[in-house]
C-alpha cells in the first residue's frame, strides 16, 4: 500500500488527545488481548495521568500520529526527553562527549515505552501499513526533531524487523542483550529442571529451597485477586529499590491506584507474606505469549527469596499459562545460571550532527560485533545439558 504524500502526521502533547480505540487499532490489531500491554492506551495513558511523565519529569510526550483520509494508519509513543534516566539503553557517553564538543545534547526525541526495557513494536501500525506507516512515522520525528533543532532521535527495544526497515531508511543500528527464559514445552518446572546439567539443577532446587524456608507464604495475584493493601505494599518495595538504583522512583504512587482499576487483568504480583505482613514482591505485566518482569522491592532482606520471586515465580506462572517466554528485564549476568539466556535488543538512532554521527556509527559496529560475540560465549556457559555434537 502507498500514499505517502496524502499521509498527514500530527503531534500530540498527551494520550487523551487521540481515542483509545484509534490508537489501540494500531497498537493492538486485532484487539484480544495484548501482545504488548505496555505500548496500549491505557497503560500509556497512565504514565502521564499519574504524573509519571510530563511536566518535571523529563519526560514530555510528543506522540505521533499518521493519518490518511482521516483515517489513523500509525501512531508512535514518542518524548522529548531531559535527560537519559529511565531508558535501559545506554547514551551518557554520547551526551557527554557531544556537550564536551559544545554541542548541546538534551532535549532529545525517544521513542520508547518510559521505564520500560521490554522488546516490542514502536512504530504501531495498522496491519498492512508496516512499510508506509514506519517512513511516515520516521519522516514526522525527524521532522520534529529537526525543526526543534535537536541533537538526535532515538527509538529503543524495538523488533527486529524495525530495526532492519530503520537501517534500510538510514537510522544508525545498535545491538544490546538481555536475559530471556525460553518456553521449551516443558509441562512444569521440573521438566525445565530436567533440561539442565545437574549441578545446575541442584543449585536451583536448593535456592528455591532456601527461599520458601524464609518464615512465611509465597503467592502470585492477578486480576480480581488484587486489592488496594496489595499496592500500598507494594509501593513501600518499590520506592526502597528506586531510591537505592535511581535515587527517586520513577513511577508515581497514583499510577498502581490508575493500573488496578483499568488493568488488574495485565499484571501479576508475587508476594512474599510473614505473620500476615508484606515483606518483598515482584510485579510482572502479561502479554499474550510473554510474562514481563518489571519491579522487585522488598523491606525485609532473605537468602534467595530475590530469585524466587523474580525468576522461578514467573517460570513457573510462564508454563502454567502456556507462555512462550519471560522477559526480566534489563542487566543482571546471574540471571543466566537460572536459565535465563543472552539474546539481542535492537534500537535506532538520528543524530543531528554528520561528524558525530559518523563516530557513533563506527563505535556502533565494534559494539555489535563484541555484543554477538558475547551473546555467543555467554550462551556456552548456559546451565542446559549439552548434546553430544555440543561437547
Not at 68 to 77: R, W, Y
Not at 117 to 136: H, I, S, V
Not at 213 to 223: E, K, N, P, W
Not at 343 to 372: C, K, M
Request: charged share 25%.
Amino acid at each position: 500500500m502507498d500514499g505517502q504524500d496524502q499521509i498527514e502526521i500530527t503531534v500530540l502533547s498527551g494520550l487523551d488527545r487521540i481515542d483509545a480505540a484509534d490508537w489501540d487499532a494500531c497498537a493492538n490489531p486485532g484487539g484480544g488481548w495484548p501482545v504488548d500491554p505496555f505500548t496500549t492506551h491505557r497503560v500509556l495513558l497512565a504514565f502521564e495521568e499519574s504524573g509519571s511523565v510530563g511536566p518535571g519529569t523529563g519526560w514530555q510526550p510528543r506522540h505521533l500520529v499518521a493519518r490518511l483520509s482521516g483515517e489513523t494508519i500509525a501512531v508512535m509513543p514518542l518524548y522529548l526527553k531531559g535527560h537519559s534516566q529511565g531508558e535501559y539503553i545506554f547514551d551518557h557517553n554520547w551526551a557527554h562527549a557531544y556537550e564536551r564538543a559544545g554541542g548541546r545534547y538534551y532535549p532529545k526525541l525517544q521513542g520508547a515505552v518510559p521505564f520500560t526495557p521490554a522488546t516490542g513494536r514502536r512504530f504501531l501500525t495498522r496491519p498492512g501499513w508496516e512499510g508506509t506507516g514506519t517512513a511516515a512515522l520516521v519522516q514526522g520525528a525527524l521532522q520534529l526533531a529537526q525543526e526543534s533543532r535537536l541533537s538526535s532521535f532515538h527509538v529503543t527495544f524495538c523488533t527486529e524487523e524495525e530495526w532492519a526497515r530503520g537501517g534500510e531508511m538510514g537510522l544508525l543500528q545498535r545491538v544490546t542483550q538481555q536475559f530471556h527464559w525460553e518456553n521449551r514445552g516443558y509441562r512444569d518446572f521440573n521438566a525445565f529442571l530436567a533440561d539442565l546439567s545437574s549441578r545446575k539443577r541442584k543449585t536451583i532446587r536448593k535456592e528455591r529451597e532456601t527461599a520458601q524456608a524464609f518464615g512465611g507464604t509465597i503467592r502470585q495475584i492477578t486480576g480480581e485477586g488484587f486489592e488496594p493493601a496489595h499496592w500500598d505494599a507494594f509501593w513501600r518495595f518499590y520506592q526502597d529499590t528506586g531510591a537505592r538504583k535511581w535515587g527517586t522512583p520513577y513511577l508515581t504512587r497514583r499510577f498502581f491506584d490508575l493500573a488496578h482499576a483499568r488493568f488488574p487483568e495485565l499484571m501479576m504480583l508475587v508476594l512474599a507474606e510473614r505473620a500476615g505482613r508484606p515483606v518483598a514482591g515482584a510485579l510482572n505485566f502479561i502479554g499474550r505469549d510473554t510474562l514481563f518482569g518489571r519491579y522487585w522491592g522488598c523491606i525485609e532482606d532473605h537468602p534467595c527469596l530475590h530469585f524466587e520471586a523474580c525468576y522461578y515465580q514467573a517460570i513457573d506462572h510462564a508454563i502454567a499459562h502456556g507462555l512462550s517466554r519471560v522477559e526480566a528485564g534489563a542487566q543482571g549476568s546471574h540471571k543466566l545460571a537460572r536459565g535465563y539466556l543472552p539474546v539481542p535488543t535492537w534500537s535506532l538512532h538520528w543524530i543531528a550532527e554528520p561528524g558525530f554521527a559518523n563516530a557513533v556509527a563506527r563505535y556502533l559496529q565494534a559494539e555489535r560485533d563484541a555484543t554477538d560475540e558475547e551473546i555467543e560465549v555467554l550462551t556456552t556457559y548456559g546451565p542446559f545439558r549439552k548434546t553430544k555434537g555440543e561437547e
